[in-house]
C-alpha cells in the first residue's frame, strides 16, 4: 500500500515566480491537508481539502491556494514567490481527519 | 485560539534511560492529541494519539503518553532509550473531526551511546 507521495522533491524558484507542489493521498483517503514547515519550526496549517473543496484555511494568504482532484491528489499553488516562502512542504491524508499520515515534503527555494 | 507548547528545544539522554518529552496543549472543548516524530530530510510519521478513553496510550516503537486534564500535558515518554530514537518530535492538538492540528515547534531528542 503506497503512503502519501509529493512531488517533485525539490524545486528552486526565482522571486515573483510561480510553483505548482502535488500530493497523492494513501490509499482509501479522501481528505488532504498542506503544511508549511521552515526551517527549526513546527508545521504550520496552510488548508485542507475535502470532497474537491477547500473546508478549513490557515492564516495564509491568498497567493497560497490549492486544488483537489476526484482522485483526491491534490495541488498547492503559490503564486509571487517570497523569499519567506523557501521551506518543506508537507501534505498529509486522513480519513476521519484524526490520524494524517505524512508525505515526505517537498523542499522549496527561493532566490 | 489552540496552540501546544513544547518547553524543551532539546533533550539528551543516555541509552537504555527513560526518556520523556514534554508538551502542553490549550484548546477549546475535549483535546485530540497527537505526537509525531520527524528524522532528517523526511516527513512526520505517526507516533500515538489520544482521543478519550485510557490517560496512558501506547503507540508506535515503544513509545507512550500520558494525557493529564488537569495540568493539560500530553508527555511522550519511553521506558528505555535508544540511539536510534534521536530524532525532532512533534506534539499536535485539534478540536477533533476535521478541525485544523497545531503543531509544537518541536523537541530534539539526543540519545548518548
Known amino acids: 500500500d503506497a503512503g502519501v507521495t509529493q512531488s517533485p522533491t525539490h524545486l528552486i524558484k526565482t522571486r515573483g515566480q510561480q510553483v505548482t507542489l502535488r500530493c497523492s493521498p494513501k490509499?482509501?483517503?479522501?481528505?488532504v491537508s498542506w503544511y508549511q514547515q521552515a526551517l527549526g519550526q513546527g508545521p504550520q496549517f496552510i488548508f485542507q481539502y475535502y470532497e474537491e473543496e477547500e473546508r478549513q484555511r490557515g492564516n495564509f494568504p491568498d497567493r497560497f491556494s490549492g486544488h483537489q482532484f476526484p482522485n483526491y491528489s491534490s495541488e498547492l499553488n503559490v503564486n509571487a514567490l517570497l523569499l519567506g516562502d523557501s521551506a518543506l512542504y508537507l501534505c498529509a491524508s486522513s480519513l476521519d481527519g484524526n490520524e494524517q499520515y505524512f508525505g515526505p515534503g517537498t523542499r522549496l527555494t527561493v532566490t | 485560539a489552540q496552540s501546544v507548547a513544547q518547553p524543551e528545544d532539546q533533550v539528551n539522554v543516555a541509552e537504555g534511560n527513560p526518556l520523556t518529552v514534554k508538551c502542553t496543549y490549550s484548546?477549546?472543548?475535549?483535546?485530540?492529541l497527537f505526537w509525531y516524530v520527524q528524522y532528517p530530510n523526511r516527513g512526520l510519521q505517526f507516533l500515538l494519539k489520544y482521543i478519550t478513553g485510557d490517560n496512558l496510550v501506547k503507540g508506535s516503537y515503544g513509545f507512550e503518553a500520558e494525557f493529564n486534564k488537569s495540568q493539560t500535558s500530553f508527555h511522550l515518554k519511553k521506558p528505555s532509550a535508544l540511539v536510534s530514537d534521536s530524532a525532532l518530535y512533534f506534539c499536535a492538538v485539534n478540536s477533533g473531526g476535521y478541525q485544523k492540528v497545531t503543531f509544537g515547534t518541536g523537541t530534539k531528542l539526543q540519545v548518548i551511546p
Open positions: 484548546v477549546s472543548g475535549n483535546p485530540y
Open positions: 490509499s482509501g483517503h479522501d481528505t
